[in-house]
């Protein structure tokens, strides 16, 4: 069945940096548009980022825009989010996305906290 585990999630103080990754199985990754998403405390949860099938085109939130890159390796099924100059608003639980057979897949997420 799908799978999506996100790793690298911690506590970074203002500024940081961190990068996420996203390991998936049960299904073609490469065919698949992949995405991150992220939830803050009493929050919705909000779209960050998405990579294209061959990491061509990419597109980000305008609150991330200039600071987290989204990025994939097919050889290893994994999806990425490079998120620098972090602020204390960037503290949420982050999720990996696919849609596969007409239904959103999700990981078990990473929590990401910024504070001093």
């Known amino acids: 069945q799908v799978q999506l585990v996100e790793s690298g999630g911690g506590l970074v103080q203002p500024g940081g940096s961190l990068r996420l990754s996203c390991a998936a199985s049960?299904?073609?990754?490469?065919?698949?548009?992949m995405s991150w998403y992220r939830q803050a405390p009493g929050k919705e949860r909000d779209w960050v980022a998405s990579i294209t099938t061959t990491g061509g085109s990419t597109n980000v939130a305008d609150s991330v825009k200039g600071r987290f890159t989204i990025s994939r390796d097919n050889a290893k099924n994994t999806v990425y989010l490079q998120m620098n100059s972090l602020k204390p608003e960037d503290t949420a639980d982050y999720y990996c996305?696919?849609?596969?057979?007409?239904?959103?897949?999700w990981g078990q997420g990473t929590q990401v906290t910024v504070s001093s």
């Open positions: 049960g299904f073609i990754f490469s065919r698949y548009v």
């Open positions: 996305n696919v849609y596969t057979l007409g239904a959103a897949r």
